[in-house]
Nanobody
């Protein structure tokens, strides 16, 4: 059974940092693209960052580039998102997801496995 379990969310002030983790199980983690997505109330789910199976290439939404860093540990089946210089507009539920075949790394249509999400709230 495939499981993606996010952790590390919380409430921080603007300018702060958080590190999200996503523990994966039930599939061959090292063969899948992994991505982080977020969804704010009343908005569409959007791609934030993605990483290739081997970790050699990463992709970022323009809104987070330079502030967020995606990484993965294939030995631990774990995905990370290091978030710094957080802004109130980063407030959302954050989800990790897995895709085996990807045309657009930040498009949610490519992703077949999803976690339940972890809430990030940034106050001004």
């Amino acid at each position: 059974q495939v499981q993606l379990v996010e952790s590390g969310g919380g409430s921080v002030q603007a300018g702060g940092t958080l590190r999200l983790s996503c523990a994966a199980s039930g599939y061959t983690y090292s063969r899948f693209f992994m991505g982080w997505f977020r969804q704010a109330p009343g908005k569409e789910r959007e791609g934030v960052a993605a990483i290739t199976p081997g970790g050699g290439s990463t992709y970022y939404a323009a809104s987070v580039k330079g502030r967020f860093t995606i990484s993965r540990d294939n030995a631990k089946n774990t995905l990370y998102l290091q978030m710094s210089s957080l802004k109130p507009e980063d407030t959302a539920m954050y989800y990790c997801a897995a895709a085996q075949f990807v045309l657009n790394a930040l498009s949610r249509q490519n992703y077949v496995y999803w976690g339940q999400g972890t809430q990030v709230t940034v106050s001004s």
